[in-house]
């Protein structure tokens, strides 16, 4: 089996299989990470561009990361520094690119949509690092490879996931790997941070905070998009820890060796304090190793599709 695309645009494009084969892959991966040596030369001879036009730490670096252990050669470049600055268009930033020989384009960008418009015009293998509101596959994938590495399985969880879903590309991937893969997700937070259609998307919301943690086996917090919210869309920072905010008082109401998650990075005592972000139930550190092993897995799945479709030239 491989994946049937030649770009990772969203989970919305992957079937349950193809996460599943992500997921497998990724637990190779993650045993190639914890030997001495780390190198493999899976990707030899590929080249990877990260192109990203929003600041990232953990998704820019673990691609990074992930290309060098696997042997690829990768190149950084952020909107500051290249020529978008002098007014040249995404399109022609992105087939400049292209034109030199590039197979895999990772991008983040604060467009929905900017990595499938891309995709469609270049023949590398582009990978959506985040577009938006709308996708961040690669998050959803770490996360769920984290709840199953620790859980066993993900089948019927019940996984709350608490805060801005109305601005969040990690919430929308989440929701649409868990349902795919046949876990339960309750959604609260603000109303004012709720999509309006929240309920139509498979999720169970819930004004009551505690009533989504109830019993559950996963308790994820969101980022406050703070740079995609409205002003006035919740009253304060503390009042909405006080409300919102992960913490031990809230957590003992899920299952006893419940996982607490974030996707980083986290505003300590707004989303999440710090005795819960640093407790044994905390999972947050494992997340970012688990997101090298899962791009990893990424590309050499794609690199695998790239040679199929090189040969067949499709
Ligand atoms: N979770 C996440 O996407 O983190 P970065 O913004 O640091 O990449």
């Excluded at 703070?226 to 109401?253: C, H, Q, T, W």
């Excluded at 688990?290 to 067949?312: P, W």
């Amino acid at each position: 089996m491989h994946l049937k695309s030649k770009d990772l645009l969203g989970i919305e494009q992957l079937s349950s299989e193809e996460i599943n084969l992500i997921l497998d892959t990724a637990t190779t991966m993650k045993q190639v990470l914890s030997q001495p040596t780390k190198k493999t030369s899976h990707l030899q001879g590929k080249s990877i561009v990260n192109l990203f036009f929003e600041n990232s730490t953990r998704t820019r670096m673990s691609f990074e990361m992930a290309a060098k252990y696997m042997g690829a050669s990768s190149v950084n470049i952020s909107s500051s520094g290249s020529s978008v600055q002098k007014g040249e268009t995404l399109l022609d930033t992105a087939v400049t690119i292209d034109m030199m020989a590039t197979d895999f384009l990772v991008m983040r960008h604060r467009e929905s949509g900017a990595a499938e418009f891309l995709a469609k015009r270049v023949k590398a293998s582009v990978i959506n690092a985040g577009d938006g509101m709308h996708e961040h596959p690669t998050q959803a994938l770490l996360d769920v490879f984290t709840m199953r590495d620790k859980l066993g399985h993900l089948d019927k969880l019940k996984v709350a996931i608490i805060g801005d879903c109305l601005h969040s590309r990690v919430f929308r991937s989440n929701l649409l790997a868990l349902t795919k893969l046949g876990s339960e997700v309750w959604v609260s937070g603000p109303a004012s941070l709720m999509p309006l259609d929240v309920e139509r998307t498979g999720a169970h919301y819930t004004r009551h905070v505690e009533e989504a943690i109830q019993d559950a086996d996963v308790v994820m917090g969101l980022r406050i998009q703070l740079e995609r919210i409205a002003k006035g869309l919740f009253p304060s920072v503390n009042e909405y820890f006080r409300f919102y905010g992960l913490d031990e008082k809230k957590i003992k109401l899920a299952k006893k060796h419940a996982l607490v998650m974030h996707p980083g990075p986290a505003n300590r005592g707004v989303e999440i304090n710090s005795a819960l972000y640093a407790s044994d139930q905390s999972v947050i550190s494992e997340q970012v190793t688990n997101g090298v092993a899962v791009r990893m897995a990424v590309l050499y799945l794609l690199s695998l599709r790239r040679n199929i479709y090189e040969r067949e030239n499709i």
